[in-house]
């Protein structure tokens, strides 16, 4: 190790930006599913000892320095490992859309590791010889990681945290300080062997105090969790029977190719299927629940799916299902289209359309286009059908139905934003997830995605119910435990219970707060110890 230190502190050059690439690339596979957490104890004082061989230059090139490339490298290989998955939605597309996909997944993976650049330049500015760089390091860090979840609509895939989230026991420690705080904890943590080589002044033992302490911390966090999950009493709910449906309806990416009579008798032959001679069917259903994008149409161009719908449902049954809907009431003038939202439609009994959520968190380039002039010009659109997209819903995601405890909706990558389910938590009984991965089948992103969304039902204390198109269709009681589950790209359905909240976590009461007292104690930390080497 003492010759990979010295090595990463004297590269210069393209050698040191494939050097940091490389070891980026390793990091990658911290994110979920693959779960190694060594790669970043491995790769993280690559990164510190880059820095501490890096020129200072003058003027504004402190900023945009060697000091930026060496997080932009390392940066670029973890995203470029994290997203790779992200392809496989060009597939479905094919033609053009094929031909850029290489492109594309680079110049995403190019712009998120901006932010871990950045972040890299700012420490540099308040670098030292002494341990605490690394708390500078994480410390910015960490702050870059909040941001590329925060701006520009954020994109929080993959945050270094989830590397501590790899089972039930780890998992639990997100109910106190959430995912960015886990990815404040990882970065720091992974970083500690950079202490020990290359060898100073310093004994081995003094040395090596910090990466041990990293390892006791990881343990701490095991027995929490073991703990919390032992002595937590979680108890199902009574009054209602939830049948969530996983269809695999193909048409989503070519409504052309629909055929709305046909999908409605899929989905309803699908949810009054009988699973066994003891099964009643939906006869004590309360809830039949279709997943995001199992409507690839406008309700409006089929009127015969709204009363067959209510002559499928149960009496006192409602349908949740993801569908395409248009607001015809936006005064839009005549001629052209009204704004269509991607959103979670109730139906009840009588047929009649309850209560909707409108999607408020669009994927860009998928579900909407930035820029939509620029990018038409080149021949790309955004994946879902229609010449605008989506438009984006108020975000008010509590949804109140007769008969029925109330609930908050999460459609499709919603569920990736640690924080940012609303006030409304204190009234919600559980979350609804409705999602469809099926742009992405035979790739790690059906599982990366579901791992996501499990870590909100921890954060909140709330059951999560997750109902996926081609998969993975799951039921999380509020520790994140999967208590059900329908495999990837199988049809089937689930007769679900859910579980009862639990009294509000940490993290739902305080919110980042705690974290930002934390970043603010680390930057005073890094403008003290930058100070003291001056001073020496």
Same mark, same amino acid.
């Given at each position: ?23 980026? *690339? ?144 780890? @998992?639990?420690?997100?109910?106190? =300080? ?79 190719? &629909?055929?709305? *009579? ?18 009643? /069917? ?11 994008? @199992? ?55 009588? /047929? ?6 409108? $999607? ?44 029925? +405890? ?31 991965? *099926? ?25 999560? =119910? ?31 219970? +859910? ?18 007292? *934390? ?10 110890? &930058?100070?003291? $080497?001056?001073? /020496?």
């Amino acid at each position: 190790m003492t010759w990979l230190a010295e090595t990463a502190m004297l590269a210069h050059g393209w050698r040191r930006f494939l050097m940091l690439l490389v070891a980026g *690339a390793i990091a990658g596979l911290s994110v979920p599913p693959f779960y190694v957490l060594p790669a970043l104890f491995l790769t993280m004082p690559v990164w510190v000892w880059a820095l501490d061989g890096a020129e200072r230059l003058p003027g504004w090139r402190k900023i945009f320095g060697p000091a930026f490339w060496i997080g932009f490298a390392y940066g670029l290989g973890y995203f470029l490992v994290a997203f790779h998955w992200l392809g496989a939605a060009f597939f479905v597309e094919g033609g053009i859309m094929l031909a850029i996909m290489p492109f594309a997944i680079l110049a995403l993976a190019a712009v998120i590791a901006l932010f871990w650049g950045l972040a890299s330049s700012l420490a540099h500015l308040l670098w030292s010889t002494g341990a605490l760089r690394i708390v500078t390091l994480a410390t910015f860090l960490t702050m870059a990681e909040w941001a590329r979840g925060h701006f520009f609509t954020g994109f929080p895939f993959d945050l270094l945290g989830y590397a501590l989230t790899a089972n039930d026991e780890m @998992s639990q420690l997100a109910s106190v =300080i959430g995912v960015y705080g886990l990815t404040a904890l990882a970065a720091l943590l992974s970083m500690t062997p950079a202490l020990i080589w290359p060898a100073d002044r310093r004994g081995l033992s003094r040395r090596l105090a910090p990466f041990f302490l990293s390892l006791a911390v990881i343990v701490a966090q095991l027995v929490y969790g073991h703990y919390r999950l032992a002595d937590t009493v979680v108890t199902n709910r009574t009054d209602m029977r939830m049948r969530v449906i996983q269809p695999m309806v193909l048409e989503h990416a070519d409504w052309a190719e &629909a055929k709305p *009579a046909d999908i409605i008798t899929k989905l309803i032959d699908l949810s009054e299927t009988k699973t066994g001679p003891d099964d009643p /069917g939906l006869a004590t259903v309360t809830q039949v629940v279709w997943p995001e994008s @199992s409507l690839p149409f406008f309700l409006s161009d089929y009127p015969d799916a709204l009363p067959r719908i209510a002559k499928m449902l149960p009496p006192n049954g409602v349908l949740l299902t993801g569908a395409a809907r248009e607001d015809f009431g936006a005064g839009v003038p005549q001629g052209e289209e009204p704004p269509a939202y991607n959103s979670l439609i109730a139906i009840d009994k009588q /047929g009649e359309i309850i209560a909707s959520y409108d $999607k408020s968190h669009l994927v860009p380039f998928g579900e909407y286009l930035p820029f939509p002039q620029l990018f038409a010009a080149i021949g790309l659109k955004q994946f879902v059908p229609g010449a605008t997209g989506w438009q984006a819903g108020t975000g008010n995601r509590l949804m109140v139905l007769p008969n029925a +405890p109330p609930f908050l909706a999460l459609i499709c990558y919603e569920a990736i934003f640690s924080g940012d389910l609303g006030r409304e938590t204190d009234n919600a009984q559980f979350i609804l997830n409705i999602t469809n991965d *099926a742009w992405f089948d035979g790739s790690i992103g059906l599982a990366q995605h579901a791992e996501h969304a499990r870590l909100r039902a921890v954060e909140e204390g709330l059951p999560l =119910i997750r109902v996926a198109n081609s998969g993975l269709t799951e039921v999380i009681d509020p520790l994140g435990r999967v208590t059900q589950s329908l495999p990837q790209e199988q049809i089937g359905l689930l007769d679900v219970v +859910p579980a009862n909240r639990l009294p509000s976590t940490l993290f739902a009461r305080l919110g980042y707060w705690p974290l930002l007292g *934390a970043v603010l104690a680390g930057l005073a930390l890094a403008v003290l110890s &930058a100070r003291g $080497k001056r001073r /020496g």
